[in-house]
């Protein structure tokens, strides 16, 4: 409207003077700049318009605009989720004018995601929403607001209830791995006895390989376990043997050899340790052996749980703990020679097998005889070593690594066991064969029917 009455000025069609007709343009022509100056007010009502997301972005990289206009224009293409807008935007405008944007967005943006303090743990989708933003503008921080988002961030991946922070859009995961050290180190912080989500804390803590990292972490969960020694749970000793460590050692061996805790929580603490050596996450120490050992011989306990203890030494490649293990062989009882030689062959089979072997009070009568062969024809990583033991002076030995070898089957064994057919050496009554040859013909024709 207003440019077709300048066109009937200019063309003479109304009748004015000049200086009317000068007044009269430059007041239009205020009136139509003023009904196109853009707003908050408008960038708001933009956000839920078909055409609006672009006219906000093109807000954003307006170079004339107040910074105080652009940043509200960043804060709504957040919040509609127009992420790729976003992005495209701040990319078209140079780092010091992102930085000033950014630096302006930051305390509101930072509101939106903390939340209402009385709120219930669901978390808003503005806050998501909020969240996911800071994360994008992050890329494009400067010196002047990369501290300040960065520390959002931070507070977000640590604050709260950790489940649900998890997984809600850019989840913790990936913030960590674009921030990195800081929130490892907030992390640390909370290993804590009243933290329901030490759990997942504890597996990102370790998914992050960092020694210092771990180090610190060691120390903080082994010190408040012991702490509340009377409030933490399995949950709290699963967390402490992810951890590892040796702070975290010394705790779970101290927690499973206290005779004054709960019979429950030492079985599980010494399960935790056991969990740790296995993963690796725990390095056995001379110091963590000794009370082990001197729980794994008292014979006041349950056998079950002596047996459990000595099953952890078997992670432990340590001369005392294999020590410990040797003396089973010559016990009294078949049960704890089992123990033993299962013991030895799961810390090293190929190593320890020979020990094995050539003890002859191992099994003393047939029944025992066909157990101990089961036990060893479990271990199929220590077949070329029964295939080396077919060559020992000892004829239970022998016998022994034969019968072993069958239920294992293989050529490989096939070949080793032709060797043999021909010797006439003959074997303890424990076995159903009389000869070394015998053994070895019985095997083959074992071995050769399973295909």
Not at 163 to 172: D, T, V
Not at 235 to 247: K, N, Q, S, Y
Not at 263 to 289: C, F, H, N, W
Request: glycine content about 6%; aromatic content about 6%; proline content about 3%.
């Amino acid at each position: 409207m207003y440019v077709a009455y300048l066109k009937l000025l200019e063309n003479g069609v109304v009748l004015m003077n000049m200086r009317t007709k000068i007044l009269l343009i430059t007041l239009l022509s205020g009136l139509l700049l003023f009904g196109c100056k853009v707003t908050e007010e408008k960038i708001s009502l933009w956000k839920s318009t078909q055409a609006g997301p672009q006219k906000i972005a093109e807000v954003l990289s307006d170079s004339e605009a107040p910074v105080e206009l652009r940043s509200a224009a960043a804060i709504a293409l957040i919040e509609i989720k127009q992420h790729a807008l976003l992005t495209e935007s701040l990319e078209k405008i140079s780092k010091e004018e992102a930085d000033n944007v950014i630096y302006t967005a930051v305390p509101s943006l930072t509101a939106q995601v903390k939340g209402n303090p009385s709120d219930s743990a669901d978390l808003a989708s503005e806050q998501i929403a909020a969240k996911d933003g800071l994360f994008l503008l992050y890329e494009f921080a400067g010196p002047k607001s990369k501290d300040a988002v960065q520390q959002t961030l931070v507070d977000w991946c640590t604050e709260g209830d950790f489940a649900s922070r998890e997984r809600a859009g850019f989840n913790i995961r990936v913030i960590i791995k674009k921030i990195g050290a800081p929130v490892y180190t907030a992390l640390v912080k909370k290993l804590t006895i009243d933290n329901n989500g030490i759990e997942p804390v504890a597996k990102l803590l370790r998914a992050s390989e960092d020694k210092p990292i771990l180090a610190a972490a060691s120390k903080q969960i082994a010190a408040e376990l012991k702490g509340n020694l009377g409030k933490f749970r399995k949950t709290h000793l699963r967390a402490a043997a992810i951890i590892g460590g040796a702070p975290v050692g010394d705790f779970l061996v101290g927690v499973a050899t206290d005779n004054t805790l709960n019979d429950e929580l030492r079985k599980y603490a010494l399960r935790a340790y056991s969990v740790a050596l296995e993963d690796g996450s725990i390095a056995p120490t001379e110091s963590q052996l000794i009370p082990l050992v001197a729980m794994a011989e008292n014979t006041a306990l349950d056998k079950y749980q002596r047996e459990e203890v000595y099953l952890t030494l078997a992670q432990i490649d340590l001369p005392q703990s294999v020590l410990a293990l040797e003396k089973l062989l010559s016990s009294k009882e078949f049960f704890w020679r089992m123990v033993g030689a299962r013991c030895l062959l799961r810390l090293d089979g190929n190593t320890h097998l020979t020990t094995v072997l050539q003890s002859k009070r191992i099994t003393t009568d047939a029944e025992e005889t066909g157990e101990f062969i089961a036990l060893i024809a479990k271990f199929p990583k220590i077949k070329s070593a029964l295939i080396a033991a077919l060559q020992s002076s000892h004829p239970y030995s022998v016998a022994i690594a034969i019968n072993a070898l069958a239920l294992m089957g293989g050529t490989d064994a096939l070949a080793a066991l032709k060797k043999y057919q021909t010797s006439t050496v003959r074997l303890p009554r424990l076995f159903s064969t009389k000869t070394v040859g015998d053994a070895a013909t019985a095997a083959i024709d074992a071995i050769e029917k399973k295909g």
